[in-house]
Structures are given as structure tokens and as C-alpha cells.
């Protein structure tokens, strides 16, 4: 069996990006899996080995296994290549399936966990990235918005997991990643015509998150993890009011309800609930009584005891239905922003800008935004008492943390007219949107 020996020694470094760069340059880390036995890629055209962004050594199976023994180990049938340090491979047609799956880019296992990593562009990982978190039946500027705030997403969090050896996991966690399988034309196109575009403010681009539906309440990302963002406010909500799947109901017993709080209270026997919602209705803290005492749980602890795919939002009541009654119909959209036009990096495609002045600001970025007013109540907190019961009934409306962008109110805003940089302006007010290497 042949052994080929090749140390190399260059950096595959994790992206420090600024908005001094151009995505087209950019690539990024994601982790594809873990396991402790390595990793089966297949390619029909076969592999080649990667050092400095370019092919040094061909590598003409196509099946291999990858693994990390003091560097990339590479075997084949007919031998083993390596080890490697900080290399990677690619598939010569930019096309290797892992699990069914297919990627566009290049692999490699870190040395840190013997993670596989997807070291893809930019771009190609947005394209993945909208057809997994919208997918084309959503309307063209839903999913417009959703690349911008893909790209913004990726770009200003991409030190997540850098102790860990990549930038950002192919999951919920960070952002649903499947590879290039349910790309097609309408995906490519609503990636396309937004190139390099990411959200601002303040000259920084943003922390643009986003969940499935708020159910008609917006939360701020202050509440939900403690981290205030000028952009990130809570704020009704009336397109996402009747999304699809807004409504959830999770039933449970008193016995089982108190196993579940004791995996964060430590304590048996609770005596009683008492919900804390802020001003718009979203619930804040969940109180907890027992005989020696009371145990406060953010709404989104607590939730998390149940499993976020279950209990899904932090938009609920007790034993009856969340009304959102407070939630009006917006107008249709007006035509009151002002738009400059760029070129686009590809030819014949106009990106628009949005350029906001005081005496025109857009009507969306003012319409019932209350997340710093003195009309919603600041941090006024209302409290109910849960009574107690041998079975409670949790109702709740929306999908996800409610931070930023709702993804089917996007979609609702889309199909009354409005364009993806309204879209993304309501969701987050403030925002300015930029070419990345402006």
C-alpha cells in the first residue's frame, strides 16, 4: 500500500471581515458533523489537494476517507495520502457529497475536535443558507430580506465558534446549512440580486437574527438573552398575527410539569406560577413558588424545559388563548422611500440602497415601534397568578426566539407589496443597507 509524505505548512485561517472586503473574496467555516471514525466524500470527478487556495497534488478516486492523525489523512483504495497540516480538498467539479448531501468548496477535519469543516464562499454558502431557512415557495422579496440578513448574520458572528476551530455550525444554532441540493433558478436569483449586500448600523453590521414567526409580538434580543442591540426592540407584530403553524398548544401534567422544572429549580413540590409579561404581552420571567421560597426562570428557560420544537416561543398563557389585541392592521405599503440605485457586480442588475432622510423616513420603520417609548410602558412588567391544577395548558403563537426578522411576516409584508429593504427596515429599525466593500 503506497503512502505518500507531504508536510505542509500554511494557515487556513478563521475571517476577520470588515466591510473593507467583497464577498465574492470571502469564504467562510462551517461544521459539517462530528465523529470520532472519519469522514466518507465522494466526487465524480475525483479530489485535489488545496494549500494557499490552490490545487497541489491531484487525487483521482472518487471516494475518499478523511481523517486528522497529526495532519489531513486522506485514504483511498488504493492507499493513504498525508498527513497534511492545515490542508484541505476539494472535488475538481466544486461538487462533494457528504451523507447524500452535496457541497459546493473545500474540507477538512480541524485539529481541534475532528469536526468535518466546509470551507466554502460566501455567496455559495447564502445560497444554501435561503433555500434552507425560507425555501422558494416563499415570495421573491421575503427572500431577498433573508439573504441580506443571512449574509449580515454570518458576517458579524463568525468568532462563535472560533475556539472550537470553525466559524459557525451548519444548524439552528447558527444557520440552517444543507449544501446545494434545494438550490434552484428562484433561490439563486433572490442570492444574486442582492450580492454583497449586509444590514448596519452605526457603521457595524448588525447581529441580524431571525426566527420562524413572532406570532404578532416582537421581542427584544435584550430580554431574550441579555444583549442590547438599538435595532433589536420589541414591537408589534400584525404580519405575523396569521402565519401558518402561529398557533401551538403543549399540554401538560402537574406531576410531569414539576420533574421538568426541577431539571432548573432544583426543587420538588412547587405550590405555584405566576407568569411576568412585559407591556406587549410576551412573557418575561416565569415565577416559580415553593414552601421555602421562589425560583425565577427567564421565559425562555422555561421554555426550553419542554424543547424548543414543542414549546415554541416565549408568547404564551396559561389554561386560554393568547389574544393579541393590541395588534392592528398596518396600511398597505406607500411608496415613501427614498431609493438610490448602484450597479450590481453583475451586469444589468441594480441593487437599490436605502437612503433615509428625517423629513421622509419610511413609514415602516416608525409604525408602531414602541421599543423605547414611554407608550410601551419602558419595562413595566404585568404579573399573573397561575391557579393551581392537576393539568396545565400552555396556548402560544409564533416560532422561535421572536428576535429580528419574523420569516413568515416577511413573507406576509411581500406578498402586500412591500420590498425587501422595508421588509428589512421594520424588522430592524435603524438599519442602514450597504454593498460590503463600500
Keep these: 500500500m503506497k503512502r505518500f509524505l507531504l508536510f505542509l505548512t500554511i494557515i487556513i485561517s478563521l475571517l476577520t471581515i470588515s466591510t473593507s472586503a467583497k464577498s465574492d473574496d470571502l469564504t467562510i467555516n462551517i461544521k459539517i458533523k462530528s465523529s470520532s471514525d472519519g469522514y466518507d466524500l465522494t466526487s465524480e470527478q475525483g479530489f485535489e489537494l488545496i494549500t494557499q487556495g490552490k490545487a497541489v497534488l491531484p487525487i483521482p478516486a472518487k471516494s475518499i476517507h ?25 472535488s475538481k467539479n466544486n461538487i462533494t457529497s457528504v451523507d447524500k448531501r452535496k457541497y459546493n468548496g473545500c474540507f477538512y477535519v480541524d485539529s481541534i475536535n475532528n469536526a468535518l469543516i466546509n470551507n466554502v464562499n460566501l455567496e455559495e454558502y447564502i445560497y444554501s443558507v435561503v433555500s434552507g431557512e425560507m425555501g422558494s415557495s416563499f415570495e421573491m422579496d421575503a427572500l431577498k430580506a433573508q ?7 454570518a458576517i458579524s458572528n463568525l468568532k462563535k465558534y472560533i475556539k472550537h476551530g470553525y466559524n459557525l455550525t451548519n444548524d439552528i444554532y447558527s444557520q440552517v446549512y444543507l449544501g446545494v441540493n434545494n438550490v ?17 448600523f452605526n457603521g457595524e453590521i448588525i447581529n441580524a437574527t431571525y426566527s420562524s414567526s413572532n406570532g404578532g409580538v416582537i421581542a427584544s434580543s435584550e430580554e431574550v ?6 435595532y433589536l426592540v420589541m414591537k408589534y407584530d400584525p404580519y405575523s398575527t396569521n402565519t401558518p403553524n402561529v398557533d401551538w398548544k ?5 406531576d410531569n410539569l414539576d420533574e421538568l422544572l426541577a431539571q432548573k429549580t432544583n426543587k420538588r413540590n412547587f405550590t405555584g406560577l405566576r407568569l411576568q409579561k412585559n407591556a406587549l404581552g410576551r412573557v418575561k420571567d ?3 413558588s415553593y414552601n421555602d421560597g421562589d425560583v425565577k426562570l427567564s421565559a425562555n428557560k422555561f421554555r426550553l424545559i419542554f424543547g424548543s420544537s414543542k414549546f415554541k416561543s416565549t408568547l404564551f398563557d396559561v389554561n386560554k388563548k393568547v389574544e393579541n389585541t393590541n395588534v392592528k392592521p398596518m396600511p398597505k405599503k406607500e411608496k ?10 453583475n451586469e444589468g ?4 440602497i436605502v437612503k433615509l432622510t428625517d423629513d421622509k423616513l419610511d413609514k415602516v420603520s416608525k409604525v408602531q415601534n414602541i421599543g423605547s417609548s414611554a407608550e410601551a410602558g419602558g419595562q413595566n412588567i404585568i404579573e399573573t397568578s397561575i391557579d393551581l391544577t392537576d393539568k396545565y395548558v400552555f396556548y402560544g403563537k409564533g416560532f422561535g426566539h421572536s428576535v429580528g426578522l419574523s420569516q413568515y411576516g416577511a413573507n406576509e409584508m411581500a406578498k402586500q407589496g412591500f420590498k425587501y429593504l422595508e421588509i428589512l427596515n421594520f424588522y430592524y429599525p435603524g438599519i442602514e443597507v450597504k454593498v460590503l466593500n463600500d
Design 66 to 90: 478523511l481523517s486528522y492523525e497529526n495532519g489531513l489523512m486522506i485514504k483511498t483504495d488504493s492507499g493513504f495520502y498525508g498527513p497534511y497540516e492545515n490542508s484541505m480538498v476539494a
Design 147 to 153: 439573504a441580506i440578513a443571512a449574509r449580515s448574520y
Design 184 to 200: 434552484n433558478d428562484k433561490i439563486r436569483k433572490a442570492v444574486d440580486e442582492t450580492k454583497g449586500l449586509i444590514a448596519s
Design 225 to 230: 438573552w441579555g444583549n442590547k442591540y438599538p
Design 250 to 254: 403543549v399540554e401538560v401534567s402537574r
Design 286 to 288: 416565569v415565577v416559580v
Design 336 to 345: 415613501t422611500i427614498i431609493v438610490a440605485s448602484t450597479p450590481g457586480p
Design 349 to 352: 442588475v441594480v441593487f437599490d
